[in-house]
């Protein structure tokens, strides 16, 4: 992948909330069990590079929803809790965009680039890619900080959530945004900033 400029890239992290917890402990299955890590990772590497963060909250409008605002599950993970300075956008609906001031935000700090991660691959975190992608933005969703659950499709049939995950990854490349990993942003951040001060 390119270098990412360091102020026109922004890390845009997606409904890292409780509530998924409670769906494991209920016996849902999960892909990528070390997403909340590589997502910890990110935010430690956008801090350490005085780079931009937009933390995403997931509000549901459901009373009984585990990500209603008034729920437990509503709360962010602790590891990805934001530090002051970092905004924390609540959303209704799939899209970070629909009903939030998150574009107006983005472009007002002169953000191209979007580094995407959280939860879920194939909601939340695909409906935002999307968006990006048409809005002009240069998105970059990162395959190994976000996760889905495993689905049984219309038909009755299990889906994996290795294989929900993958398709959305395959659907979203090229069109959307690039698919990268963890390493390939740490990686190229290092490099941007090598070449802005090389005394780093």
């Keep these: 992948m390119n270098q990412l400029a360091q102020r026109t890239t922004g890390l845009v992290v ?3 909330q409780v509530a998924f917890d409670e769906w494991e402990a209920a016996g849902r ?7 909340l890590g590589n997502i910890v990772s990110l935010l430690n590497a956008f801090r350490d590079n005085r780079m931009a963060i937009f933390h995403i909250r997931h509000a549901s409008r459901s009373p009984n929803s585990g990500f209603a605002i008034d729920r437990p599950g ?13 905004p924390v956008i609540v959303k209704h609906v799939n899209s970070a965009f629909i009903g939030t001031d998150l574009e107006e935000r983005l ?17 939340c975190v695909e409906t935002t890619t999307r968006m990006a992608g048409n809005m002009g933005f ?16 219309p038909d009755g049939d299990l889906h994996t ?9 395959a659907n979203l490349s090229g069109e959307f ?14 490099s ?8 780093v």
């Excluded at 993970?77 to 002051?84: L, V």
């Excluded at 959530?161 to 990854?169: P, R, V, Y």
């Design 29 to 35: 299955k999960r892909n990528n069990p070390d997403a």
């Design 161 to 169: 959530a290795e294989q929900i995950h993958a398709m959305t990854l």
């Design 192 to 199: 941007a900033a090598r070449i802005i001060d090389p005394a």
């Design 177 to 190: 945004a690039e698919i990268v990993t963890t390493s390939n942003v740490i990686d190229s951040i290092g």
């Design 138 to 153: 240069d998105a970059k969703l990162v395959r190994d900080a976000t996760w889905t659950f495993d689905r049984i499709g």
């Design 14 to 16: 997606v409904d890292v």
């Design 107 to 123: 472009r007002q700090r002169g953000i191209q680039s979007i580094v995407i991660v959280g939860a879920t691959t194939n909601h």
């Design 74 to 86: 509503f709360a962010v993970k602790a590891q990805a809790r934001e530090q002051p300075g970092e």
